[in-house]
C-alpha cells in the first residue's frame, strides 16, 4: 500500500470507537491464530497498534502544515502514553487470552481515553504540559516527575472506579472505560502503575538469568520479594511473571511456591499466595501447548523442537515436583494438557508413513509419463516431518505419544531402507524415458536416510546409485 493509503487506513482505524477498535484486534489476533488471512491481518495488526500506541489527538486549526503539526501531535501523545505505562512492558502481551501477571495491549488505549476523559483529565493535561516544556528545556527530570505523578493518579481513580469499595453506579462506570476485556485488565492496570517502585525494585534485585533455580537461588529471590506491596495478591503474579522471565525454564517458577509452603502437597501449595505460581505455569503450558498444534496444522516445524523440550520439560517438572491429585483442578489441568499435546502429535505422526510412500512408490516404467518428476516442496515437507517424529522419540515417554512414535518410526525406518535399495536397483534396468525420475526420487530417498540412518548411510547410497548410473551407461556406449 502507498503511504497515502496508509494514512488514510490509520485515520479510519483512530476515529473508531475504543470498543470497535478492540473488536477488531480481537478478531484479527484469532485470524492470525487460525491461519486465516495472515498478510491482511498481520497488517491491520500493525496499524491498530499504531493507533493504540499513539492515541488520537485533538484536531489542530487548519494551516499549511497541518499535517506536519497533525504528526508531531500524534508522536508527542503517543510518548506520554507509552511513558505513562512503561511500567506495564514486561506484563504487556498482543493476545486475547490472559492470566494473572498479564495485561492485553488491546486494553491501553482505552484506558488512556478514559484517563483523559473521565479518570483524571485534569492530571492528563499538567502531565502533557509537563511534558512539553520537558521537551523544550532538555530536561528530563520535571517529565519523570510528572510521569510517576500522573501514575499515582491514574491508579487512584482506577482503584476508586474499580476497587471493591465502589458504590451501585459501578457497572455503569465501567462501562464507559470499555468493554469486558478491558475492564478485566483496569484493576491489574492500576495495581502495577501503584506499584512501580516495588516492582523496579525487584527487577533491579533480580539477575540476568537463574539457570538453575536451586536452593540459593530460591533464598536471594525470596529475600526480594519480601516487601509487602510485592505480598499482595493483586501484585504477587506480576512480581512473579519478572522472575519466570529470567529462568531458564520458567515452569521452575513452582520451586518458589513449593519452599514457601515448606511441602510438595498440592493442598498445602494452593493454601499459600505463592500457588498462584502453579496455576500461572499451567496457563503457560497450556498456550505453548496451543501455539504447537497451530504451528503443526501449518506445517511449520522450525520451532517444534524446543517447543516439545519446554513442554516435556514443564509437564515432567509439574508431575514430578508436585504431589497433584487427578481429580483436583490442577490434576486435571495437567491431564488436559498432556491430552492435547497427544492428539495433536499423534495424528500428524500417523500421517507420516503416508506422505513419504506417495514420494518413493516403486512404478513401473510404462506408468512414468515423459517430463514426470518429483514435488521438490512434497520432499522437503516429507523430511521435516521424518525429523519431527525423531524429534517426538525423545519426549515420547512424558507427552503420552511412546506407542505411535516408535510404531512409526521402526516403520519408517523398514521401509525407507527398502525402498532406497530398490530404487537404486532400478537405475541399472530402467529406459532413459523414466531414468530422470528415479533419479529424483532416489535423492529424495538418500535424504530420507539422512534424518533415519544419518549422514554416513546416507552418502553409502549416494555412491551405490552413482555407481548404478554409471554401469548402466557404459553398454549404452559399448553398443
Known amino acids: ?49 499504531w493507533v493504540v500506541r499513539v492515541p488520537e489527538p485533538a484536531a489542530p486549526k487548519p494551516e499549511v502544515d497541518a499535517e506536519d503539526r497533525e504528526e508531531a501531535v500524534r508522536r ?15 506484563f504487556i502481551v498482543g493476545s486475547s487470552s490472559t492470566r494473572p501477571g498479564q495485561v492485553r495491549r488491546s486494553s491501553l488505549l482505552s484506558v488512556w481515553q478514559w484517563l483523559a476523559r473521565d479518570g483524571a483529565p485534569e492530571q492528563v493535561r499538567e502531565y ?8 523544550q528545556s532538555g530536561s528530563s527530570h520535571e517529565a519523570e516527575a510528572s510521569v510517576r505523578k500522573l501514575q499515582l493518579a491514574a491508579a487512584d481513580a482506577i482503584l476508586k472506579i474499580a476497587g471493591p469499595s465502589q ?8 462501562a464507559r472505560v470499555g468493554p469486558p476485556n478491558v475492564i478485566e485488565d483496569l484493576l491489574p492496570i492500576g495495581y502495577v502503575l501503584q506499584a ?10 533480580l539477575p540476568s538469568q537463574l539457570r538453575v533455580f536451586a536452593d540459593s537461588q530460591i533464598a536471594s529471590v525470596t529475600a526480594a520479594l519480601n516487601v509487602p506491596m510485592l505480598q499482595t495478591p493483586q501484585v504477587l503474579p506480576f512480581a512473579l511473571s519478572l522472575i519466570m522471565q529470567r529462568l531458564s525454564a520458567s515452569w521452575q517458577i513452582i520451586r518458589l511456591a513449593i519452599k514457601m509452603a515448606a511441602s510438595d502437597d498440592e493442598i498445602r501449595v494452593a493454601a499459600t499466595p505463592y500457588g498462584i505460581a502453579v496455576t500461572i505455569a499451567l496457563h503457560d503450558l497450556s498456550c505453548l501447548a496451543s501455539t504447537l498444534r497451530m504451528d503443526i496444522k501449518r506445517g511449520h516445524f522450525d520451532n517444534v523442537a524446543e517447543q516439545l523440550k519446554t513442554l516435556h520439560d514443564g509437564v515432567r517438572g509439574l508431575r514430578t515436583e508436585l504431589d497433584l491429585r487427578n481429580e483436583s483442578n490442577w490434576g486435571r ?5 498432556r491430552a492435547d499435546i497427544s492428539n495433536s502429535l499423534q495424528s500428524e505422526i500417523d500421517s507420516v508413513p503416508g506422505r513419504v510412500r506417495r514420494i518413493l512408490r516403486q512404478r513401473s516404467d510404462k506408468d512414468i509419463p515423459a517430463g514426470a518428476r518429483v514435488d521438490a516442496t512434497e520432499v522437503d515437507e516429507a523430511a521435516a516431518l521424518i525429523d519431527f517424529v525423531a524429534v517426538c522419540r525423545n519426549y515420547a515417554s512424558e507427552l503420552a505419544i511412546n506407542e505411535v512414535t516408535l510404531r512409526t518410526y521402526s516403520d519408517l525406518q523398514q521401509y525407507v531402507e527398502r525402498s532406497t535399495e530398490a530404487l537404486v536397483q532400478s537405475l541399472r534396468s530402467g529406459d532413459a524415458k523414466s531414468r530422470p525420475y528415479r533419479q529424483a526420487q532416489v535423492a529424495a530417498a538418500i535424504r530420507f536416510c539422512d534424518v533415519l540412518f544419518g549422514h554416513d548411510y546416507a552418502s553409502l547410497m549416494s555412491r551405490a ?11 549404452s556406449r559399448a553398443g
Do not use: W
Not at 458504590?167 to 465501567?174: I, M, S, V, Y
Not at 512501580?196 to 534485585?205: C, P, Q
Open 128 to 135: 502533557e504540559a509537563a511534558l512539553e516544556r520537558s521537551r
Open 465 to 475: 546409485a552413482e555407481n548404478a548410473v554409471t554401469v548402466e551407461r557404459k553398454p
Open 1 to 49: 500500500m502507498s503511504q497515502t493509503s496508509i494514512e488514510r487506513l490509520r485515520d479510519y482505524l483512530a476515529q473508531l470507537p475504543p470498543q470497535s477498535q478492540a473488536l477488531l484486534m480481537r478478531e484479527f489476533e484469532r485470524a492470525l491464530e487460525r491461519g486465516e488471512d495472515t498478510t491482511v491481518a498481520t497488517f491491520v495488526l500493525e496499524q491498530l497498534r
Open 333 to 337: 489441568q495437567l491431564t488436559s494438557i
Open 196 to 205: 512501580r517502585e516495588a516492582l523496579d525494585a525487584l527487577n533491579g534485585k
Open 76 to 90: 508527542r501523545s503517543g510518548e506520554a502514553a507509552r511513558l505513562l505505562y512503561r511500567p506495564l512492558d514486561p
Open 167 to 174: 458504590g451501585g453506579d459501578k457497572q455503569r462506570a465501567l
